[in-house]
């Protein structure tokens, strides 16, 4: 079953195959969908985002959205996230969609909402404050034992 709200991917190739204009164009998406435009808000609380650490003048929450690691100074760009910059906006609009599968679980100390599109493979994970929300991350389930991790976590959480 197709999950048609999602937008498409952005493509590194739709930017002939050049770095920096693509990482322009992927953080206007970001922009455009949490900086500008249409408030969001998640289960009635606005959304916010982290933006300290700020490096290369982007946001830290657009560079968990684009990048892995645990350290902030030493994450690395995934293109598989890249792609998917628009997801995240599209997530929280569509989270009552019966094709997600949706927890919250608190982790250190916080609670955190879990949306997990499992169909293509998305997790984003959203943290909560006193009277709103933050993105946290966002990414690509890539690896059989997340998935069965995640199963389970759904699972008990529900």
Known sequence: MAIDWLPPLVLLNQHGG?????????????CRDFLGGVALTFRGLPVRLKRHPVEQG?????WHFVSEGQVEADRTID??????ICWPRALIENVGDPDLKVWDQEIRNEMRTHIWCEEHDYLLVIAHRNGFVLPWTAYSVTEGHERRKL????????
């Open 18 to 30: 050049d770095w920096d204009a693509y990482c322009d164009a992927v953080y206007r998406h970001f």
């Open 58 to 62: 982007k946001e830290a929450t657009f």
């Open 79 to 84: 293109l598989r996230r890249c792609e998917r």
């Open 151 to 158: 199963q389970k976590r759904w699972q008990s959480h529900r």
